[in-house]
């Protein structure tokens, strides 16, 4: 090391893992955003909650921004470091420490990937519900820094209603223990939640004690082909109705389309405008009447033009991978992602002025729509063409974003669901939360963060 | 009027309802609890959103402190007004506004009785499925206040889980709209979960968007009587591994001695020391079987010495009021309350250590314990003696809450379950929460009421 601030973290936390290396700055100074250039001083890589600590401690003494790091699959630049900011990786912090069966609750470092989660409560017999595509990669700090959502919240919610407790070491290196797993504690302010959704920005979620539950049902997966979007909201009725849903997904023909080029296996001979992908329990005759009930009944009303449903566990995962290989497919065409919510009950009158508005505004390009139509939350992905630079088309797709805040505005919606706000859609926090609410959250980031060093610029400007 | 500060208040409220005789003073300047006697400035009844703010801008300008006031049923003192405070009771804004049967959500004034949240959630077919007690007397804002929990928390978690969204009005008169009912809102800090629990020390909540779920399916209650203390969580774990419990409540035979005399009736011909009412999902014979399981199982180990299974709604009733009946059955003794929680795991060691103090600490003391098991909630409830003074018994159950304090520090547990902490426990915050998360909450008062005037003392001391 030749930074003597550098040297000075050595000397205050000797044991610590330090990266200075230019491919290791790049690599962990960014998410899957792709529109900064990582620019970090180095790569701090703790191994025990007192080296996080100790880091934040220096970072105060010596004035250095911290951007806290997780499997970076994050799609709003809340982990990018492009400014000379210490990154500290969570990844050697990756271990269930316990596993406590009459809570029924995994206490996991914060830098566990999803996946690693998901098998360790399945060795105990039991699940956490939360999951996406991105498992493989992402942390569970991560999630708890966007409260992420994914493809089952319709039946289990987002990350925050699965976290009895965690530790955060704040922007002065104490750590808080929160909530500690009760299940009922009036005890004041709840700062658990507080932390859930805070992208980093009000310290270091270093622990976290997630809440297991009994694995779903047995269930089956249906695609269905939609003759226009207007239906889709009753589609969505007649699911709701009839059936206990697990996930409830659609999709355009577009994103079929690119899913199809990816390697995915063509589901339906004819095409179709639009696709959901719908998965519910089953495992008595009165549910496998209900579901065939829905189909028919959306046959009947010409609101369903085809369907299929699973007759196995495999083709259950053929029919999942149209939906889920959606992301994958399309990154090499650099998209720019919008990730918006409304009520579900707003989502009509939302999606009809979105698909007016995208039409208008993007003639000439490729927009591939997704969502999950349950939770009221849509995903829009503007594909770049070839011939279109980079900064042209974010200047370009950014006008766009703003005409659609505005509506997101109208419908009292959100501009970001589950990706967080991060760095790619501070300019827009005012479509969704007031003047004052912003006031409050800054105000309140001074309290847990009163120099600012916590992943500063993100979420809002400081 | 004739004090100038009213006059004022009246100028800038000019319809607001005031009320300032002696007997309203005492009425609404005291809730549940009875050490602390009621001396509030005035009782303002705002019928809107802009009166309420009207009257928060005016206690600023005039440094008056204000007491939110719902039903008044609390436990911990979170609504006395004392020391010459307005209190601002919501009870007039105690309308639906809105039902929403595509999202599934009732938009309620803060004043609404729970009882009444009840009635209109079923009315349309669905219901709101916290529930306790002083269902018909507390309001849904007091609710929201202390994360109220109560005797479904067990299926159905406390009370932040299902607000999607609530109006508040800050220390400064400002109103924030969190979340407006959406599912997936990643956009900061969520506010709204700040607010829940928060006793209104930051402000006071004037509406909120509660989720409503589908009805409960058919349940059968069943009555068992348990030989000893050591055996509960056998019970409760052999329920639980069959059964979905919607209920799994405990008390003594003290605790059915009390609610006998009160008029209750007697369901075995045997003392048994200890009782559990549960409840749980029926409807089919599999589950009935389980049912039976469960109960034989306990028998055969003797953990369960008798038992009874309701065969109709009525008898349903009955024994549940042997459980609901405890705290009104109580009332006259001017119980000293404790009401605390533990992670479960920790039930049996944190059980055998409190009876053990409580044996020493109060020997002459009619100790009467209740609690719900499945969520770790303990009640301990001490019966003053009539030839013992309320300020003398106060003090020496003060003693006793010391220890029990410094027990759940040992446990992890917390002071307050479900109560909250308000001026009843403000002593033992230090045995739940560390200084640091109280600087933390201090902090955060400030930010949302500078000058300090929104439930003064309650929580902690400002």
């Known amino acids: 090391m030749t930074d003597p601030r550098l040297d000075a973290l050595l000397h205050a936390a000797p044991a610590l ?66 400014h000379g900011e210490l990154v500290l990786s969570l990844e050697r912090m990756n271990q269930a420490l316990d596993f406590n069966a009459v809570d029924r609750t995994l206490t996991v470092q914060a830098g566990m990937p999803l996946e690693a989660v998901h098998n360790a409560a399945r060795k105990h017999g039991l699940v956490y519900p939360v999951d996406f595509a ?105 699911f709701r109705a009839r059936l206990q849903l ?87 065409y650099k998209p720019y992602k919008n990730d918006v919510s409304v009520r579900i009950s707003a989502m009509p009158a939302f999606l009809a002025e979105t698909q007016a508005l995208l039409g208008q505004a993007y003639p000439h390009f490729d927009v591939v729509w997704f969502g999950h139509i349950g939770d009221g939350n849509l995903h829009i992905n503007v594909l770049k063409p070839d011939d279109v630079g980079d900064a042209d088309f974010v200047v370009q797709c950014e006008q766009v974003t703003k005409l659609l805040a505005e509506a997101l505005k109208r419908h009292q919606g959100s501009i970001s669901a589950e990706h967080g706000i991060g760095l790619v859609k501070k300019g827009y926090l005012e479509s969704t939360r007031s003047a004052e609410e912003i006031a409050v959250m800054r105000g309140i980031k001074q309290v847990l963060d009163p120099n600012g060093l916590m992943n500063p610029g993100k979420l809002f400007d400081t």
């Open 246 to 332: 697990e996930a409830f997904e659609f999709f355009t023909d577009r994103a079929l389309h690119h899913v199809l080029a990816h390697g995915a296996q063509k589901p339906f001979d004819d095409v179709h405008p639009y696709y959901v992908v719908t998965e519910f329990a089953i495992g008595d005759e009165a549910k496998e009447a209900a579901a065939m009930a829905a189909f028919e009944d959306c046959m009947e009303h010409g609101w369903v033009s085809d369907g299929v449903i699973s007759q196995s566990d495999a083709q259950a995962a053929q029919l999942w991978r149209l939906r889920e290989g959606i992301t994958e497919a399309l990154a090499r």
């Open 134 to 238: 991105a498992r493989g990669s992402c942390s569970i700090g991560g999630n708890i820094a966007t409260n992420a959502g994914g493809i089952r919240v319709i039946r289990y919610g987002n990350t925050r209603e699965w976290i009895a407790g965690l530790k955060l070491v704040t922007g002065t290196g104490e750590l808080l223990e929160l909530n500690r797993g009760l299940i009922k504690n009036s005890s004041g302010y709840d700062l658990r939640h507080l932390v859930i959704a805070s992208e980093g920005t009000l310290g270091i979620v270093v622990e976290a004690t997630l809440r297991l539950t009994d694995p779903p049902p047995p269930t089956n997966v249906m695609l269905l082909a939609l003759p226009s979007f207007d239906v889709l909201m009753e589609v969505f009725g007649a």
């Open 17 to 82: 893992r330090l990266k200075t290396d230019p491919a290791d700055l790049e690599h962990y100074g960014r998410d899957w955003t792709r529109r900064w250039t990582p620019a970090p001083l180095a790569v701090a890589l703790p191994a025990t909650v007192e080296e996080v600590q100790a880091v934040v401690r220096w970072a105060n003494g010596h004035g250095i921004a911290v951007v806290p790091s997780g499997g970076r699959t994050g799609l709003s630049g809340g982990a990018v470091a492009a």
